[in-house]
T-cell receptor
Framework: QKEVEQDPGPLSVPEGAIVSLNCTYSNSAFQYFMWYRQYSRKGPELLMY????GNKEDGRFTAQVDKSSKYISLFIRDSQPSDSATYLC????????????FGTGTRLQVTL | NAGVTQTPKFRILKIGQSMTLQCTQD?????MYWYRQDPGMGLKLIYY???????DKGEVPNGYNVSRSTTEDFPLRLELAAPSQTSVYFCASRGATGDQPQHFGDGTRLSIL
């Protein structure tokens, strides 16, 4: 079993839709949760970063972590064609030297 | 405002050749990482470094070597390139405290034929 599971998609939605992207993880020691956005032929860029359970909102993006069910989500409101990218969830344990564990990424296409 | 810079962006190698992928960061970050990204497989950690002179293996280190002589630079060396090393390679860095996120370069696309 992979430590972080993510549906690879592709997910296609019309412009203006609400998008829900999800990951599950197995290691209860994970404390930090991240969402990276990766455009084609570019490196991952940090989109959202949360610690422990709860919600975090930044403009049209909301990250949600439920540690009891080991489930992390990213919601995109009013999706735009510019949101078309691959979204990678990542997580890590506490500790200075801890390393990131990534999901495989979900490819999102927002159509006009 | 360069961040993490990787060179070259693209390269084609023949089997058995060697090359060095360059990575430099201007954020004075202690931690640096090398990943490879294969289709449908996510990012796999090859090597990482916690500071100049200190490196350690990640999940998939075989066939690669690294060095860290300065804080800024973290080159990745491929010796005796094999087709299985065809991939996109990403370098990342982060600050010293545990809650700092990683920042990525734009990658090197490497094909080995």
């Amino acid at each position: 079993q992979k430590e972080v599971e993510q549906d690879p998609g592709p997910l296609s939605v019309p412009e203006g839709a609400i998008v829900s992207l999800n990951c599950t993880y197995s290691n209860s020691a994970f404390q930090y949760f991240m969402w990276y956005r990766q455009y084609s032929r570019k490196g991952p860029e940090l989109l959202m970063y949360t610690y422990s359970s709860g919600n975090k909102e930044d403009g049209r993006f909301t990250a949600q972590v439920d540690k009891s069910s080991k489930y992390i989500s990213l919601f995109i409101r009013d999706s735009q064609p510019s949101d078309s990218a691959t979204y990678l969830c990542a997580t890590k344990t506490d500790g200075t030297a801890s390393k990131l564990t990534f999901g495989t990424g979900t490819r999102l296409q927002v159509t006009l | 405002n360069a961040g993490v810079t990787q060179t070259p962006k693209f390269r084609i190698l023949k089997i058995g050749q060697s090359m060095t992928l360059q990575c430099t960061q201007d954020m004075n970050h202690n931690y640096m990482y090398w990943y490879r990204q294969d289709p449908g497989m996510g990012l796999k950690l090859i090597y990482y470094s916690v500071g100049a002179g200190i490196t350690d293996k990640g999940e998939v280190p075989n066939g690669y070597n690294v060095s860290r002589s300065t804080t800024e630079d973290f080159p990745l060396r491929l010796e005796l390139a094999a087709p299985s090393q065809t991939s996109v390679y990403f370098c990342a860095s982060r600050g010293a405290t545990g809650d700092q996120p990683q920042h990525f370069g734009d990658g090197t696309r490497l094909s080995i034929l």
